[in-house]
């Protein structure tokens, strides 16, 4: 117990840091050619949106890449390529944010919610009994946790299930040295501010399977303008889907593509400050009577931009009372337990577009989820002073009973 322990913390849990300078002048750049559209290009240059997805897929080692409007329809786009259609049943996690069943049920769909484990990862067992249901899996790496991909593409695979990846909290992770997003046949990441790389709105999609790449490349409104592309299949590819893929408008621009690139450059380093964050708040909130650390398997690379904890078995009153007295010290952290949706947090029971069959032993750990942002502008002492401030007010309604 910290007794008498009575700092508070003053920083904003939703400040970003700036956009480098570099990726600044990049985008006045473009703004002053006034060629905004990504087809839009003098002659010979590749512009901004080609030369971030090629470089996005070398990035991770992948034959294709697209860039797009959001994360959102890079997910809605991937489901489209995939033939889903109206009715078609799509599995996904219970534990995952709202755009994810949105997507599903963007192009009419019906998600088929899959259990979450204390390691808050897809359930592999629940998975398995519902593998039946559905062709295409819409794999959420909700905040960052990693499930056994080996694992998880075995038991895909045996049903035919196809995979594609949520990685919108996984750009820069790895699973046994594999970049998340190389296990699916597609990956869908978002650039959006709050995610790894920030250009207020975007998204990637990348993929090695020449077919559906292309319908992607049709689907986001290329019209016939795909060999302005680098990162795309041989023309030959697109010649028998041109005719059958409809155009749904979703591209990214260049102001955007300009300021993603030089950060993208930078990423491995927003992951190691992100991790040195994650680190001091790991290490000062382990310990914490009644809260559970979500511990990483040795497997995971992952990025700590955001932490979780679990407050297992709590009432939920008690719950209430921990997130308000830390919010009164300042510290902001966001509850997945909650029968409303609140912010960014909803669980799959308030998703009411979407049927759902109660899941009691995910709703035990959902009922638990402590969430928190980890903004980089936050220092290493503030995460200290975070964590002093949790388990200080942990402890002190812990102990009260
Ligand atoms: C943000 C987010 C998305 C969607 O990204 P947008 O770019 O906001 O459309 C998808 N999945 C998860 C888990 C997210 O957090």
């Not at 949105?102 to 897809?122: D, N």
């Not at 998880?152 to 990685?167: G, S, T």
């Not at 260049?254 to 990423?267: D, F, M, N, Y």
Request: hydrophobic content about 45%; glycine content about 10%; charged content about 20%.
């Amino acid at each position: 117990m910290v007794e008498g322990f009575t700092g508070k913390f003053t920083g904003n849990f939703t400040q970003q840091g700036p956009i480098p300078e570099d990726a600044i002048a990049a985008a006045v750049e473009v703004m002053r050619s006034g060629r905004l559209h990504r087809y839009n290009v003098a002659s010979g240059e590749a512009g901004d949106v080609a030369l971030l997805e090629q470089e996005f897929a070398q990035s991770v080692g992948a034959k294709y890449c697209l860039a797009v409007a959001s994360g959102g329809y890079a997910m809605s786009c991937a489901l489209r390529a995939l033939g889903v259609k109206p009715g078609d049943k799509v599995l996904t996690n219970a534990f995952t944010l709202a755009p994810v069943p949105g997507a599903i049920a963007s192009v009419g769909a019906v998600p088929v919610f899959v259990g979450v484990t204390e390691a808050l990862v897809i359930d592999l067992e629940d998975l398995a009994a519902k593998a039946d249901q559905a062709d295409v899996l819409m794999l959420s790496h909700m905040r960052g946790h990693i499930c056994d991909m080996e694992a998880l593409m075995q038991l895909c695979d045996a049903h035919v299930v196809r995979v594609i990846e949520d990685c919108a909290h996984t750009m820069g992770a790895a699973w046994r040295g594999v970049p998340s997003g190389r296990f699916g046949v597609m990956a869908c990441y978002s650039t959006q501010t709050y995610k790894h790389v920030n250009s207020g709105e975007g998204g990637l999609l990348i993929s090695d399977d020449a077919e559906l790449m292309a319908r992607t490349v049709m689907l986001s409104g290329s019209y016939m303008m795909f060999d302005r592309h680098l990162a795309v299949p041989e023309p030959e590819v697109f010649a028998s889907i041109k005719y059958e893929t409809p155009n749904m408008s979703g591209r990214m621009d260049h102001l955007r593509a300009a300021i993603l690139r030089p950060q993208l450059a930078r990423l491995k380093d927003q992951v190691e400050a992100w991790n040195a964050r994650y680190g001091v708040l790991e290490e000062g909130l382990r310990g914490t009577p009644g809260l559970r650390i979500v511990e990483r398997e040795s497997d995971e690379a992952y990025v700590g931009s955001s932490i979780q904890f679990l407050l297992l078995d709590w009432d939920t009153a008690k719950i209430g009372e921990v997130l308000a007295r830390c919010a009164a010290r300042g510290v902001e952290l966001k509850w997945f337990g909650g029968a409303e949706p609140a912010g960014y947090t909803s669980r799959y029971d308030s998703w009411r577009y979407a049927p759902s069959v109660a899941m009691p032993a995910s709703d035990r750990v959902l009922n638990g989820v402590v969430d928190m942002r980890i903004p980089l502008t936050f220092s290493l002492e503030d995460c200290a002073l975070i964590a002093r401030i949790i388990r200080a007010e942990v402890g002190a309604v812990w102990q009260a009973g």
